[in-house]
């Protein structure tokens, strides 16, 4: 079949269209600096963890992550009705500060070598430690070692701590991975798992919301360095960002803000941490 000459062209534009389109256009991510220069920041955090990032019934956030945020912003010259919060899901966090859709995650998000080979991080802002959560009522799981037997052990894709106790701890664990913790620790509630693994700060915080149902159990068994994600070349805003820590640290507002928001789930306020300014 022949095709006329305006066909033709006409296909040639189209193809070029989608090409440009494909390319984004060719606009460049915008820096934490540049962004904040218009009063408004983008900033991702978890929806659904207690006590650090929560999305409330009447649409308002609450919590340790959500003030850190908050803080820094400030710092930044950008006021709380500049602040446009995104839900940041573990197995997103790389991918939405890469596509730049967010300037800044502050999301219990642990520092590790692997993670800054396509991010940076300010901080870190907190340390936690891996622990497990379980039914108020089991008396067999009392640490990682203690989860061989097949058990069921939920944690959320895209994080690591399941795999590590998989690797390290229980070979036979059987892993279920969920999109968030909330899944988890309803599936828990229900019956469907044996333990929920995460760091012991986010856990302290499901316990809490659900007392005599839920329990921290064991002594934390790692080290996690909760940084404050943002583009891998943004060496500008790490440094703001480490400045507004460290600012928050020797104010007293950081254990202020502790305090308001994890401090009510009995979890006991550790020293703050030294920001790496690598």
Known sequence: MK??????????????????????GGEEN???????SDGTLTVGIKFDQPGLGQRNPDGTFSGFDVEVARYIANELGVKPDGIAFKESPSAQRETLIQNG????????????DTRKEKVSFGGPYFIAGQSLLVRSDNTDITGPDSLTGGKKLCSVSGSTPAQNIQDNYAKDVQLQPLDTYSACVEALR??????????????????????????VVGEPFTTEKYGVGLAKDDSEGRGKINDAIEKMISTGAWEE??????????????????????
């Open 3 to 24: 095709i006329n000459r305006s066909v033709r062209f006409g296909i040639g534009i189209m193809a070029i269209a989608f090409a440009a389109t494909a390319c984004g």
């Open 30 to 36: 915008k820096s934490i600096t540049e962004s904040a």
């Open 101 to 112: 859709e967010v300037d800044y995650i502050v999301a219990t998000y642990s520092i590790t």
């Open 190 to 215: 229900n019956g469907a798992v044996d333990a929920v693994t995460t760091d012991d700060i986010i856990l302290a915080g499901y316990a809490a919301q659900y007392p005599g149902e839920l329990k």
């Open 257 to 278: 803000a502790f305090n308001n928001t994890v401090g009510a789930s009995g979890y006991p306020i550790p020293a703050p941490p030294t920001v790496d300014r690598y």
